[in-house]
């Protein structure tokens, strides 16, 4: 199970930091994700962690998004700074393990407000 954390309002350029923690699964060997959805939109990929901490990011957060893991607190972090109109969507973390196994959190909104 996921659950996400850390969704709210902020103005064009502000900036908010997401949290998900994980239950039920062993964290250090998943790769962690956050995705987003916008309204009439399909979900896309935001960033994504490995258990050997790699990352990746979609071009649009680049500079910007910032994610991070705590294996010890089962955690996912996501830090998102000079947040625009346009990150305005709800964001959900996912936790795989290759094709093994997939798992989504319920999702958190973020509104970024212009």
């Known amino acids: 199970q996921l659950q996400a954390f850390g969704g709210g309002l902020v103005q064009d350029g502000g900036s908010l930091r997401l949290s998900c923690t994980a239950s039920?699964?062993?964290?250090?060997?998943?790769?962690m994700g956050w995705y987003r959805q916008a309204p009439g939109k399909q979900r896309e990929l935001v960033a994504t962690?490995?258990?050997?901490?790699?990352?990746t990011y979609a071009d649009s957060v680049k500079g910007r998004f910032t994610i991070s893991r705590d294996n010890a607190k089962d955690t996912v972090f996501l830090q998102m700074n000079s947040l625009k109109p346009e990150d305005t969507a709800v964001y959900y973390c996912?936790?795989?393990?290759?094709?093994?196994?997939?798992?989504w959190g319920q999702g958190t909104l973020v509104t970024v407000s212009s």
């Open positions: 996912k936790a795989n393990r290759g094709t093994l196994s997939e798992y």
């Open positions: 039920g699964i062993i964290f250090t060997i998943h790769t």
């Open positions: 962690i490995t258990s050997l901490h790699t990352t």
